[in-house]
């Protein structure tokens, strides 16, 4: 793979979905004005973060795959000639609905999916009601521009989920997320969360010596049930090079297009001279499979 | 386990043996003049970091465990009334050599020891030729402040082996280090690696939830056998809080003694706000004991 050209979208979300499609469409449409080959949006990009209360009238706002979603996604991608990187929340049968992600590349169609496999549950982010749990494991999705590493959001903070992608040979690791603050908290509260945030990416990047995307949405959306005062979602999206060097960054809260010119063989540069997957201990590790080593 | 007052200690080390005891002796006792608890010494303080070059002699720096060099460290233990953590070159049996660290309680003694798990091996580390592997699994040691993760240098940039440990219920992540700069690579390129290994000690901390200590080596040390520059140890050891926050760092080159309080009661704090360790999808990490997923 040569050098490609990549492009990571951050936006806000509001109530109104056509308003939201409105705004990746847009920000699709400049991506490719630009050269882009492929673009990542943020997680849930078709609706307000929904997840803030249990609410069963919000399983309507998902759709199957293949469906009207995604075939929104698969015309964008062959009109801009581009690969989306989308986010959907996706009814696969009565009672079974999924946090997944969705490749599209021109030509090819849909190249692959994910199910988010690592499930939160906080106050204000209630994604255990909503979402099963994935049952397609840690597997890249093969796409005319190589390998890629889908995974979501909370999964971030889960260095087994990067690992296992880099093992099977993901040389990009993109994070489709909404992630922000309490609204309240005190500043030092919400920099060292948003800190954390990005260290633990930037790990990811450097443990496995490959390139890392992470679109996040932003914007305050309140809590419906006004039993917490909303989130206020951090944005700060990222494309960071495999020695977990930050390529570019967005501000807090504007609607922000990242575009970088990266090359993963760069990852095997990195990797020569750090070689950590030469020394795995790979016969010391079946405790990682355990609940807990009490 | 309430508030303990712990240190970190980093120093310079030579061709004298003598002379660098001299050195962490004094370390010892000002951390146990000013009341620290415990004090974590630096990857093989005993002597000058003779992996630069392969050379048959250095076996001769090797000692049993118990042995001369592990009998001083439980003597300060016992004089300072101070818990040691201390890295040193064990002879284990004829042509069994490990990179071991050892805790050393009052009264106690003895805590544990762990053997270097990752053995790095690049020019100017050429760690493959002097250590067997450890073969003591990532297991905390009991002290008497608690359950102490005692991992060493290259170690770090492996994300299961802090988890590993954290699942075992290690409260506090300790990684004796020698790691530097190749002299002549420039100062973006030797920046880049610092903040490499600062991001991923603070990644291991955030992503587990634990404290993490880092006493690294400072100082230039020459290649005995001219074929590289040396190495520029870079210092700059660290505390660091659960959620990745660096409650204490030193500079690049002098000789520090880091002290600080912690609680390791803030781990469950932690945790309950991001509990990562609810969420694994212990299902799905098989392949984690997989050299490569081809």
Redesign the interface.
Known sequence: MATIKIAVAQHSCCGNKNENIARYVALVAEAANKGAQIIALQELHNSHYFCQTENEEHFDLAAPIPGPDSDLLNQLAQQHNIIIVGSLFEARGHGIYHNTAVIYAPSVGLCGRYRK????D?PGYYEKYYFT?GDL??TPINSPLGKLGVLIC?DQ????AA??MA???AEILIYPSAIGWTPGDIDDIKQ??L??WI??L???A??NGVYVLAPNRSGFEPDPSDQTAGIEFWGNSLIIGP???IISQAGTNQKTLLIADIDTRHNETIRR?????R????D???????????
Chains 1, 2 share one sequence.
Not at 273 to 277: A, I, K, N, R, T
Not at 284 to 290: G, V
């Open positions: 496999m690592h499930i939160p906080d749990p494991g840690f909370w903070w889960f260095p087994e690992r296992l093992l099977a040979g060292q969360q800190d954390a260290t633990v930037r790990a990811n450097i443990s020695q977990g060097e001279q750090w070689p950590y997957l020394d795995r201990r790979i010391a590790y079946a405790a990682l499979s355990a609940r807990y080593r009490d």
